[in-house]
């Protein structure tokens, strides 16, 4: 099992940026894959970006060339830099860890994007 702690949500205004950071309680060499997921009012949870133990990146398209997913093994910290956001960005995400025990989530950060 694995503890997740998101950070970085907030209230940003279309155009704007926010980057979000996850924290593991264990190192990600040991996950197989590290995801952000967000949930909309309404809408189903889906994936935005995920990052596997080498590096290997994917985005749904809705936010491909705009949302970074990178990783700071050193720190067990998964980040998600989302830039050109607008209102239909705005959702709840969440942190999750993949491996072969299963998975786990982070708490949630809410992010709001005003037009």
């Known amino acids: 099992q694995v503890q997740l702690v998101e950070s970085g949500g907030g209230l940003v205004q279309a155009g704007g940026s926010l980057r979000l950071s996850c924290t593991a309680s264990?190192?990600?060499?040991?996950?197989?894959?590290m995801g952000w997921y967000r949930q909309a009012p309404g809408n189903e949870r889906e994936l935005v970006a995920s990052i596997t133990t080498v590096g290997r990146t994917n985005y749904a398209d809705s936010v491909k060339d705009r949302f970074t997913i990178s990783r700071d093994i050193s720190k067990n910290t998964v980040s998600l830099q989302m830039n050109s956001l607008n209102p239909l960005d705005t959702a709840v995400y969440y942190c999750n860890a993949r491996s072969g025990g299963g998975a786990d989530w982070g708490q949630g950060t809410q992010v709001t994007v005003s037009s």
């Open positions: 264990r190192s990600l060499v040991s996950i197989a894959v």
